[in-house]
């Protein structure tokens, strides 16, 4: 089994960035798609941004533009650089492969609040 620890999250006012850090116990990341999910109080996780094995990434609407997703296979881990944030960006953040029905056991999470 694969343990998943993001961290990087915090409190920030709106229009400011954040870089969300995952990392892998096991040096596995480089065979597998990955995404960013995150889960607002009250709402259904939903997939934020996504990385091929091959580097190719994908966005959400609601992000596109703003985020930047990366991954570095030598170090086992997966980046979210956040920028122009938004209130309604506040959620936890969670990393995992991609699609969510091949998902590892789910990490802590690491909150993010985007409030002024």
Do not use: H
């Amino acid at each position: 089994q694969v343990e998943l620890v993001e961290s990087g999250g915090g409190l920030v006012q709106p229009g400011g960035s954040l870089t969300l850090s995952c990392v892998a116990s096991k040096a596995i990341l480089s065979f597998f798609d990955m995404g960013w999910y995150r889960q607002a109080p009250g709402k259904q996780r939903e997939l934020v941004a996504r990385i091929m094995s091959g580097g190719e990434t994908n966005y959400a609407d609601s992000v596109q533009g703003r985020f930047s997703i990366s991954r570095d296979n030598a170090k086992n881990s997966v980046y979210l650089q956040m920028n122009s944030l938004k209130p309604e960006d506040t959620a936890l953040y969670y990393c995992n492969r991609y699609p969510e029905r091949y998902s590892w056991s789910w990490g802590q999470g690491t909150l993010v609040i985007v409030s002024s």
